[in-house]
């Protein structure tokens, strides 16, 4: 069992690094605008219909606070559109089930979850969703949503690599390349893998069948691949049916959970390559996957050990096998599902193909911490990659402090006023969580949702808050969240979770654009050395226990303890 463990890791780890390295160098010549020569000229037809100024032969770029301005609006006018078509889609066509409106609570919820990249669902899909909605509304989204987080990592990179510039690109010009060059593409490559492994695609309603007992069953139907692919590759995780890529119409193989997992990490890796590639030293790339890497390992590792050892507690009653297969697929099995578990928590995503709520406490311990990482390991498409930047300065800041130098990453001087943005984009995740997991706890609107009592239930309203603030969406499920209170608490924890970090991180941008590169010297701290990949994972380590420790204690590390003390 180890050694298949090792092998399925090994393999996933290859393809997705070789693939990874392909579309980087094409992700890194998107940013820079090296397009051919007949997209670039249909393009400044398109553009200049739009009204938009050019210098040139090239469209104006924004500065960092424009630049801000258009993706607030732009996700702004996504949302209105969005809540407009889930309070109104019983009046609508494509819905065969005649599914009837959305209410308000939990269509702003819903709203929020999708514009926000975390697709956190109350609902299940098959019965409160229409087709229509499914497509023009939360598949839109989930374009958008991830186009939105790359746009800021593209904005990011070009503050690290260029010397002393002002503007940082043109915001629109960057959302219709991302969409129509890169997402859209690849969305209709997995759409077609996926339907050749059996996934489901149709308008058809829903199928009255009789099983092998002769029971009668509706069996739901719908545009399940072309959502499933881009909820995957943008890391938004909203699956069609409720229970998400566990259920066979969304993930019936074997090798279409081996395609899900690969598509959840696809693009995060790409851009490391980019970012390595435009910087001009492709190791500050690699310094990157290093540390996203090494912690996935070990996270993935201590998952498989937790789930194979399974729960003391099943071992005392007399069961004769220890595997913990309890809300897993046999068609997974543990290592299937364990990798997924830690793929989807690491990255910002939140497609499930396993009942997290059933994972052993050290089990579940593991996929809360990723996200209370800031899910930086990988992490989401765009809002991993600056994620983990965020950590990279902080790292350098403190390695400055420890040697008397000052710090410095790609040549340009990190002062006071990007530290400062730093600590912001940082905390405020903790903060959010930790607050509304109180405020939760402490009102009895919040208690009436809890379904397991004890150190579980406690990890249920944790999970809930750290998914929300971290813009992942899965759950453990144990917490009935569909109510005015929860829904309105953990719609601003996602608002929060999401700008509440991008917009530092593009003042950051602003700040280090303005900057000369310097040459390197000898004073100069590598930050491509193995020594650096260390303090770079032990700060993310540091502020992740520092921060989250005590609530851990109180939720899954108890409940991990009292089942020892049972045995």
């Given amino acids: 069992m180890e050694t298949t463990a090792l092998i399925y890791i090994a393999v996933f780890l290859i393809t997705l690094l070789i693939m990874g390295k392909l579309i980087g160098n ?76 959305m209410n308000w609570d939990l269509a702003l919820n819903t709203t929020i979850s999708f514009v926000t990249n975390t697709n956190w669902q109350a609902y299940s899909g098959e019965t409160a969703v229409s087709y229509l ?245 990988f992490g989401g498409v765009g809002s991993g990659f600056y994620g983990m930047i965020l950590y990279v300065l902080l790292a350098v800041f403190i390695a400055g402090l420890m040697v008397g130098r000052a710090p410095e990453y790609l040549g340009k001087k990190i002062g006071v006023a990007e530290m400062k943005w730093v600590a912001v984009a940082i905390l405020i995740s903790p903060a959010v969580i930790l607050t509304g997991t109180a405020l939760a706890l402490f009102t009895d609107v919040g208690r009436e949702a809890i379904l397991n009592p004890g150190a579980h239930g406690f990890s249920e309203v944790l999970y809930a808050l750290t998914s929300a603030a971290n813009n992942n969406g899965s759950a453990f499920a144990g917490l009935n969240a569909n109510s005015v209170f929860y829904n309105l608490l953990l719609g601003f924890a996602m608002l929060i979770g999401r700008f509440g970090v991008m917009i530092p991180v593009l003042a950051i941008a602003g700040s280090l654009a303005a900057k000369k590169r310097q040459p390197e010297s000898l004073a100069t701290l590598s930050t491509t050395s193995p020594l650096f990949i260390v303090l770079l994972i032990l700060t993310v380590l540091m502020i992740g226990a520092l921060t989250f420790v005590p609530a851990l204690a109180l939720g899954p590390i108890a409940e991990h303890l009292q089942s020892f003390w049972a045995k």
């Avoid at 397009?35 to 219909?49: A, F, K, S």
């Avoid at 424009?66 to 819905?95: D, E, K, R, S, T």
Wanted: aromatic residues 12%.
């Fill in 26 to 101: 094409y992700l890194a010549r998107l940013i820079e605008g090296d397009l051919p020569y007949w997209i670039t000229q249909t393009e400044q037809v398109i553009w200049r219909c739009c009204g938009f100024k050019t210098a040139g032969k090239t469209i104006q770029s924004m500065s960092w606070y424009h630049y801000m301005l258009a993706l607030l609006i732009f996700n702004l006018m996504g949302a209105v559109l969005l809540f407009i078509i889930l309070i109104n889609q019983g009046y609508l066509p494509l819905n065969p089930q005649s599914v009837p409106n």
């Fill in 133 to 377: 909605s499914q497509m023009m509304g939360l598949a839109v989204q989930n374009f958008l949503s991830a186009t939105t987080g790359i746009t800021v990592a593209f904005v990011l990179i070009r503050a690290l690599t260029q010397s002393s510039c002002t503007l940082l690109g043109n915001a629109w010009i960057d959302i219709g390349r991302i969409t129509l060059y890169v997402l859209f593409p690849l969305a209709i490559v997995w759409s077609l893998l996926f339907v050749s492994q059996g996934v489901i695609q149709n308008f058809h309603p829903a199928l009255l069948s009789s099983g092998l007992d002769g029971q009668q069953q509706w069996l739901p139907m719908g545009p399940v691949a072309s959502q499933e692919a881009i909820k995957l590759l943008g890391t938004n995780g909203g699956g069609y049916f409720a229970a998400n890529s566990a259920h066979p119409y969304e993930n019936p193989t074997s090798l279409s959970n081996f395609l899900q997992i690969l598509a959840i990490f696809l693009l995060p890796t790409a851009l490391c390559f980019a970012f390595g590639r435009l910087s001009g030293a492709q190791r500050q790339g690699y310094t990157l996957l290093w540390g996203m890497s090494l912690i996935f390992i070990v996270a993935v590792s201590v998952i498989l050990y937790a789930e194979w050892q399974g729960n003391p507690e099943f071992t005392l009653a007399g069961a004769d096998s220890t595997f913990n297969m309890e809300g897993k697929e046999s068609r997974f099995g543990i290592i299937g599902s364990a990798l997924f578990v830690a793929v989807t928590t690491a990255a910002s995503c939140g497609a499930v193909n396993a009942m997290h709520d059933s994972l052993t406490a050290l089990g579940g311990l593991v996929p809360m911490w990723l996200m209370q990482t800031g899910e930086v390991v």
